[in-house]
């Protein structure tokens, strides 16, 4: 009955948006109107990769490959119909392909993504501040349940595509800009996602082969800081997140710790040709509450923080002229310990990553875009302790320490109407 629903919401959603977006565009095309623009845009992403696990006290070595596509198709439609209101409409979707082997065992999946569908509308018409209210939706058109071949969907930390589809989950966000003057601007919004039920895969033994589970929604304020000059220009932004509790098949489950979030953004410009940008993100998760030693509800706050702290950063230089742009770029992922990922539903092991690689594009002209990206990666999971559960170690339990290797490289085009 739920599968049958969010077809049904997939089928009027998709052609209701897509077709507001070709009619606005038809119609901006007949009366000569330029306050339009229509983008549609694809891309070809691929990631490739290998694993040897080590593990400590059999000193037994596996190998794990890996491979993953992706083709993302989206449609965007901007305007600004009058000096007070500007709108913008996003629809998304793609096709993906995974698999992974490992120790004579493989799995594969193919099939379409999860859709997004997102808007934003913008009042302009007030001095001193910009009100906007903002909807988005996910669209269960991919798949949650891979039922055997669950392992195809791979690290979310170092994999394009963690998962491929999850329930119908809708978020609206109501915030206001700030134009303080011509180099500063404030944002502030509050958002609230409900994360609607899907079927996921069972545990390992297969029994039972499907679980149902239901999210906690999420409820997320945000706040943010931006600078722009002749050439530096600078953003900071917080955002704080508090969810309700996730059930498993009609039972509580766990609730994840508060969440906050702080990014930093910078860019500079040296020359007409030559610039450079960096970005910074900091995570942490507050305690979770779980369920006691017997499964049992209810629920309560775990002994310690088991959650993970996720720093990342990357940047890069790029030369520009005459359409062409080109420059390396660099990247670096540090977990400190191992946690669960609420965002993706999966556990992640403590890690640190490195990309380093080369960034290009060419713009034929001011309508079209072409872009190409490829880099190497490197990623390094320490073997831990052996696990002891009341106290009392299990011999040859520990984690497995990881080296990863891999290439992902893009390929991408817009043209705009």
Do not use: C
């Amino acid at each position: 009955m739920q599968k049958t629903r969010h077809r049904n919401i997939v089928r009027l959603a998709l052609p209701v948006i897509l077709g507001l977006g070709a009619s606005s565009a038809a119609l901006a095309q007949q009366v000569g109107d330029k306050s339009w623009t229509i983008t549609p845009s694809t891309e070809f992403r691929l990631f490739t990769w290998e694993s040897t696990r080590r593990f400590p006290t059999t000193g037994v070595v596996t190998r794990e490959r890996g491979t993953q596509t992706n083709i993302p198709f989206a449609i965007q439609l901007k305007g600004q119909p009058s000096t007070d209101f500007k709108f913008d409409v996003t629809a998304r979707t793609g096709f993906t392909t995974s698999s992974i082997s490992n120790a004579g065992a493989s799995s594969s999946y193919a099939g379409t993504t999860d859709t997004s569908l997102s808007g934003t509308a913008n009042y302009l018409g007030f001095a001193g501040f910009q009100p906007f209210l903002s909807l988005a939706l996910n669209l269960p058109t991919g798949r949650s349940n891979l039922k055997s071949s669950a392992n195809s969907k791979g690290d979310s930390d170092l994999v394009m595509l963690p998962v491929f589809g999850e329930g119908f989950n809708i978020g609206p966000t109501i915030g206001v800009n700030v134009p303080i003057n011509e180099n500063w601007a404030g944002s502030f919004g509050v958002g609230y996602t409900n994360r609607g039920t899907f079927d996921r895969e069972g545990p390992a033994l297969g029994i039972p082969p499907t679980q149902k589970l239901n999210p906690g929604d999420v409820l997320t304020g945000t706040a943010s800081l931006s600078y722009r000059g002749q050439q530096l220009s600078l953003k900071a932004s917080i955002a704080y997140s508090t969810e309700s509790t996730t059930r498993l098949d009609n039972v509580d489950y766990y609730k994840s710790g508060d969440r906050v979030v702080l990014q930093l953004a910078a860019g500079y410009g040296f020359t007409e040709n030559w610039s450079a940008k960096a970005q910074a993100s900091f995570s942490h998760f507050a305690a979770n509450k779980i369920q006691n030693a017997f499964g049992l509800p209810p629920i309560s706050t775990e002994a310690f923080n088991s959650n993970s702290n996720l720093f990342k950063i990357n940047g890069g230089v790029t030369y520009a002229a005459n359409g062409y742009s080109i420059g390396p770029v660099v990247g670096f992922l540090y977990r400190d310990r191992n946690g669960y990922d609420p965002t993706t539903f999966q556990f992640v092991s403590a890690k640190k990553s490195w990309t380093a690689g080369l960034a290009a594009s060419y713009q034929p002209t001011s309508m079209i875009q072409l872009s190409a990206r490829v880099e190497h990666l490197w990623a390094f999971e320490d073997s831990g302790p052996d696990k002891a559960p009341f106290g009392i170690p299990i011999p040859g339990s520990a984690p497995p320490s990881v080296r990863t290797n891999g290439w992902q490289a893009s390929a991408s085009g817009l043209i705009k109407f």
